[in-house]
């Protein structure tokens, strides 16, 4: 249970509209700490030296919530995969190295202050989805309505999306492409979903162009900062079904 | 109409027409160093009806041809500018303070996926350059000619000969094709995404196709100015013609 010696050059912004600017700290902290209780553990010693702590977003504390996020020595969530930032813990980073850590950033997540960004963009692009049409009366028997493995696996998958926003930041043109796409392919490949797929298809992606968020370039960087692995494979499914809908082959 | 705007008008319409026109480009291309390889023969006869060839061939064709190949280039130049210049500024317009770091695995965020403008923007300037040169200045069509079967054509051979009997202009073409081979690099895989052709098991083999494609194509073009620099006909086929 060593203790570890870092630098920290953290993001501070008073406000939404206001000059931000890198501040440095120095802490010690056990490494099996988790990058979040390491901020909490320093917003301690700011505040007993009666300094602002540092803002930033968190809830679950365990990778299913989508509510933290900051970028990480240059990299959305930090440096590990498959990782949300509350679940990346000290002991990836070496003792006595320089860390960096700033929000997320795009224009359709203006900052609010510090580490935390506003991501409501990402619940309007999700009203517009709208209603899944679901019949009246008892409820149906699970296994009345057959999916195969293989598709329910797929659905699953994209399905696992938290909605943390860590692929917008990701990219290098700040699209949101993988968190809509993951949202598509979710309900486009159900048969639930499937009577409303073309609409919620065109008024999603309007709705992603309409915030703000940037064109995709096909890099991939989103799957490899998505703390849930979703695969790009999301993205086409979205962009195949953005033509289907608008050829009227869905409705 | 108003669909198809709005096809057009989205951010995903957009890359649908980038990677059409990069596709169109990319058959240009083929047809363009299948003819330019006729090089290799060191005839000049070969080359030279092969270029007088594709007029006759493609007959009243050959100028809606010659615009439509400018409308490919010219909307995908466009467009590139676009989405890299406008758009992606503008969803981003307050920049990472430190640089970002690739996390690997999955990710294509490297030399070949983030410098598309790069890379493209020379290959714009060299097609106009290289345009001009073969095809618009005065100079090549009155200075480069020979007779062929009893008639008047260009002389593209001997014009290959003299240009690239430069190091300079050699290993500037030769430049240039590292950086085509760049571009396809992520070019060809990006397409087939960018339509939605894609499926995950798919994924890995397109991605290596699309370098097997840039290799080629690249390799197929490169070659030629290499060759007529070094005049490796004249040693390779000594005394067969
Ligand atoms: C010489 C022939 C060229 C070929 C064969 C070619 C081919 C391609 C292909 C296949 C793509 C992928 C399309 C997609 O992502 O959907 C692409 C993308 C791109 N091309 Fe070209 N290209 C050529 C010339 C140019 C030129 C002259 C420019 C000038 C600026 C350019 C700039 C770009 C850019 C910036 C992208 C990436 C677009 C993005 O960010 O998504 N290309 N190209
Ligand atoms: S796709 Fe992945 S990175 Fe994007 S919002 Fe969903 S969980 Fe986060
Ligand atoms: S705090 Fe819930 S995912 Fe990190």
């Not at chain 1, 970028?71 to 990782?83: F, L, M």
């Not at chain 1, 309007?124 to 329910?152: C, F, L």
Request: aromatic content about 10%.
């Amino acid at each position: 249970m060593a203790n570890k010696n870092f630098k920290l050059e953290v993001w501070r912004q008073d406000g939404p509209n206001a000059q931000g600017n890198f501040e440095s700290f120095d802490i010690e902290i056990n490494e099996h700490a988790s990058f979040l209780e390491m901020l909490d553990h320093l917003n301690e010693q700011i505040m007993n030296e009666g300094g602002r702590p540092i803002e930033f977003d968190s809830d679950c504390r365990e990778g299913i919530c989508g509510s933290c996020g900051c970028v990480v020595n240059g990299a959305a969530h930090g440096p590990e995969r498959e990782t949300a930032v509350c679940q990346l813990h000290m002991r990836t980073f070496q003792n006595g190295e320089t860390i960096t850590i700033e929000p997320f950033r795009a224009k359709a997540f203006p900052i609010v202050r510090d580490l935390v960004v506003d991501r409501e963009a990402f619940d309007r692009i999700q009203e517009k989805g709208g209603y899944v049409s679901v019949n009246t009366g008892p409820k149906p028997d699970a296994n009345s309505i057959k999916i195969g493995k293989e598709r329910s696996d797929e659905a699953f998958d994209a399905a696992t999306c938290i909605g943390c926003g860590a692929c917008v930041a990701a990219c290098p043109n700040a699209s949101a492409s993988l968190f809509v796409g993951a949202r598509l392919k979710h309900f486009g490949l159900m048969p639930q979903g499937a009577p409303e797929r073309g609409r919620r298809t065109l008024r999603m992606v309007h709705q992603m162009d309409d915030e703000g968020f940037g064109p995709c370039s096909n890099i991939g960087e989103c799957e490899a900062a998505c703390p849930k692995g979703i695969s790009i494979s999301a993205i086409a499914h979205m962009k195949r079904d953005f033509l289907f809908a608008n050829l009227g082959f869905h409705k | 109409m108003s669909a198809l705007k709005k096809i057009l008008f989205s951010s995903i319409g957009k890359k649908y027409i980038m990677a059409i026109s990069g596709f169109g480009l990319i058959g240009f291309l083929v047809t363009h160093v299948a003819g330019n390889l006729t090089l290799l023969s060191g005839n000049p006869d070969h080359i030279n009806a092969y270029a007088a060839g594709l007029k006759t061939t493609l007959g009243p064709l050959f100028y809606p041809a010659e615009f439509a190949l400018v409308g490919l280039f010219l909307l995908h130049i466009f467009l590139a500018i676009y989405i890299n210049v406008v758009e992606k500024k503008a969803a981003r317009p307050d920049r990472y303070r430190k640089p970002q770091k690739g996390k690997g695995g999955p990710s294509k965020f490297g030399i070949a996926g983030s410098n598309m403008i790069i890379t493209g923007g020379l290959l714009g300037f060299f097609v106009v350059l290289h345009v001009w040169q073969i095809r618009l200045s005065s100079e090549f069509g009155s200075k480069y000619t020979t007779m062929l079967n009893g008639k008047e054509v260009a002389d593209i051979y001997r014009y290959c000969v003299e240009l690239f009997a430069s190091p300079l202009t050699t290993a500037f073409y030769v430049g240039v094709m590292v950086f085509l081979g760049i571009h396809l690099r992520h070019g060809f895989w990006s397409a087939i995404q960018s339509l939605g052709a894609m499926k995950p098991e798919w994924s890995k083999a397109i991605y290596g196709l699309g370098l097997v494609i840039a290799i080629v194509l690249a390799t197929a073009f490169l070659i030629l100015p290499i060759y007529m620099h070094f005049d490796l006909a004249s040693k390779l086929f000594a005394g067969s013609h």
